[in-house]
């Protein structure tokens, strides 16, 4: 099933053109890699997704017809925890919690049933034991474990993460991605921003972005010397 559809997506910023002519399909039960050099629009695309940027031509559905306002509580962004306040005075079940949010609305109290999801989200991240921490307190990684954790209990059918394993050690790394797999395996739609090639076979379909789509499909079929040299030629960039 098809959970995302792009086409013909052109987005500028001022008078330069950050993505031009965008077509991408994204389907359910698929974890998504996108690879780029810096500028590329990696993050501009994910944006325009979530309705972020004003793009000027195109169009992007969710689930064949539906547009991001009606499906708002659906797609999970979980952002670069660089841009996230780690200073700011609140534990990491409070942070779990506003996963719930979409669901209810900000002036409702969360139910029973919601902190028993914000419970099994915390779990499923493995930091159950770190819930009534501050998150001034956690390292690199646990930050990004809570925030998957946050992702996980809005209970969407779309994730987007932008650069999640940026400087998290190997072992973090690899309980991350038996997270992703698992949300995978019940049909969820994974749509990881990543800069890293030597992780690029791992996904089960990549883009090639740089501006333009250059490649779409399994890493084995577009992980060659012509996309390559095309996804990091600096001619694209002008």
Known sequence: MVSLRISNLTVYYDINPILIDVNLEFESGKIYGIIGPNGAGKTTLIKSILNLVKYEEGEIVFFDSMKFENVRNKVAYIPQKEVVDWDFPITVFEVVL??????????????????EITEKALRASNIYHLRDRQISELSGGQQQKVLIARAICQEADIYLLDEPFTAIDILTEKKLTEILRNLKNHGKTIIIIDHDLSRAKTYDELVLLNRRVIAKGKPSDVLNDKNLFELYSEKLLV
């Open 98 to 115: 506003m996963g719930r949010f979409v669901h209810l609305g900000l002036f409702k109290r969360p139910k029973k049933y919601d902190l």
